[in-house]
């Protein structure tokens, strides 16, 4: 494994191996006293106490008490009347950056060791645009963000980015991303070298069922899957708390799972009838379109002219609320190949929890319900009934959130080297 940057100079692998297994618990449990920590890691109390001392001085752990042990809530672990001794992570000892690249966006965020932002923003980009435009422009978004955030450069362990398609996790090269035209882009070299930040790179929806699995509703998750839907759809699967990435970083690639055998729609990826030839939100756009000029002043055309500045796929969404019956339809009959979808997935991973991310989580009372019944009905053996389906409550965060938990990881928690 490799050396936490913040473990000073004389470190043994030994000691980076005690110190990854005590901050780990800390990630896992919150608050907890010296003795648990000892019991947990099954470290002597001496190795211990020179563990917490270190961390002590460096201002990463920080005695805990009521108010400041806020990460238990989510987790479960509160325990009414501990002892004062109780020990937590500083969560503002140091940042991570997260950027996630989108089809078009850019999002980034300096988080803490909690993956809570600090701050964060956003750009677009033209798609047409050549690769090593859009590398700059990521360069100075995480430049401008790390300003912003007026965190100190020192504090900052690293850069996690989220790229589309396929990512070869161990040379941090978007390897291809269809849907930007991009081949064997050096992302983590390239972007190491500019900002002199150690960086780790995965593809988007991965990052974000990790941020998930160590943040958010997949912390105790055995097998996790998160499922996300915008230009592309893409899912990620973290089991026993470690990304799953396939033999060659192509797991969860269900976007491109034929759904149609004759006739379908051609893909970015080149093939017919693929999923997200069926269900993304370019499609449900054009579809949308359709019943927009089929019926010109109906409830969905007129969200279409209104002059507010939201996304079209918040228009339909809005005209769907609103009570348009051929909107809903539209949305219900897609949802359906989501349905079977999840159910090849819930065949192939058998997974616990499946969270559904962007347009998915953005329209999820419309998609949900359907896309949920669909699944339940034709996974194999009543697998499906045992599977929690829900949306991301991270929201828009959950591509930033991924991002940064990529750096966090990688460079902190080190979750990678078990
Ligand atoms: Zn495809």
Same mark, same amino acid.
């Given at each position: 494994m490799s050396k936490p940057p913040f473990a000073g100079k004389n470190s043994s692998l030994v000691r980076a191996h005690n110190l990854r297994a005590v901050l780990n618990h800390f990630l896992r449990a919150g608050a907890i006293s010296r003795a648990q920590l000892a019991e947990c890691t099954a470290l002597s109390n001496t190795t211990i106490t020179h563990l917490i001392d270190d961390l002590l001085t460096q201002g990463i752990v920080m005695e805990a008490? +009521?108010?400041?042990?806020?990460?238990?809530?989510?987790?479960?672990?509160?325990?009414?009347?501990?002892?004062?001794?109780?020990?937590?992570?500083?969560? *503002?000892a140091r940042y991570a950056v997260g950027v996630h690249i989108g089809i078009g966006i850019l999002r980034a965020a300096v988080v803490n060791l909690h993956a809570e932002i600090i701050h964060?923003?956003?750009?677009?980009?033209?798609?047409?645009?050549?690769?090593?435009?859009?590398? *700059?422009?990521? +360069?100075?978004?995480?430049?401008?963000?790390?300003?912003?955030? $007026?965190?100190?450069?020192?504090?900052?362990?690293?850069?996690?980015?989220?790229?589309?398609? !396929?990512?070869?996790y161990d040379n941090g090269v978007n390897v291809l991303a269809p849907n930007l035209g991009w081949r064997e882009v050096p992302l983590r070299d390239w972007m190491q070298s500019r900002l002199g930040l150690p960086v780790?790179?995965? *593809? *988007?929806?991965?990052?974000?069922? !990790?941020?998930?699995?160590?943040f958010g509703a997949g912390r105790d998750v055995g097998v996790l899957a998160f499922v996300y839907g915008r230009v592309g759809v893409g899912a990620g699967f973290v089991v026993n708390g470690r990304p799953f990435r396939g033999s060659g970083a192509g797991a969860g690639e269900i976007g491109h799972t034929v759904m149609l055998p004759d006739g379908g729609d051609p893909c970015m990826c080149g093939n017919r009838g693929c999923l997200e030839t069926l269900v993304?939100?370019?499609? !449900?756009? $054009?579809?949308?379109?359709?019943?927009?000029? $089929?019926?010109?002043?109906?409830?969905?055309?007129?969200?279409?002219?209104? $002059?507010?500045g939201s996304r079209p796929i918040e228009r339909i969404f809005a005209a769907v609320r609103e009570g348009d019956a051929d909107a809903l339809a539209l949305i219900e009959a897609r949802a359906r190949y989501l349905g079977i979808a999840l159910a090849n997935l819930v065949n192939v991973l058998n997974p616990e929890l499946i969270l559904l991310g962007g347009m998915f989580a953005q329209g999820s009372e419309f998609f949900l319900p359907v896309a949920e019944r669909v699944m339940r009905e034709r996974a194999f053996a009543g697998l499906g009934d045992r599977v929690r389906v829900?949306?991301?409550?991270?929201?828009?965060? +959950?591509?930033?959130?991924?991002?940064?938990?990529?750096?966090?990881? +990688?460079?902190?928690?080190?979750?990678?080297?078990?």
């Open positions: 008490d +009521a108010h400041s042990a806020r990460h238990n809530h989510e987790g479960g672990h509160r325990r009414v009347g501990r002892p004062r001794t109780d020990l937590q992570l500083n969560p *503002n964060n923003t956003i750009v677009e980009f033209d798609t047409t645009l050549a690769a090593p435009r859009v590398l *700059n422009r990521i +360069a100075r978004l995480v430049e401008k963000t790390i300003a912003g955030s $007026r965190v100190a450069n020192e504090r900052i362990l690293g850069l996690g980015i989220g790229a589309s398609g !396929l990512v070869d780790t790179v995965d *593809n *988007n929806v991965r990052a974000m069922a !990790l941020g998930e699995s160590m993304s939100e370019p499609v !449900l756009i $054009r579809e949308a379109e359709k019943l927009v000029r $089929r019926n010109p002043r109906g409830c969905l055309a007129r969200h279409f002219a209104e $002059r507010n829900q949306p991301t409550q991270f929201g828009w965060r +959950a591509g930033v959130i991924g991002a940064a938990s990529l750096a966090l990881s +990688a460079f902190f928690y080190h979750l990678e080297d078990a």
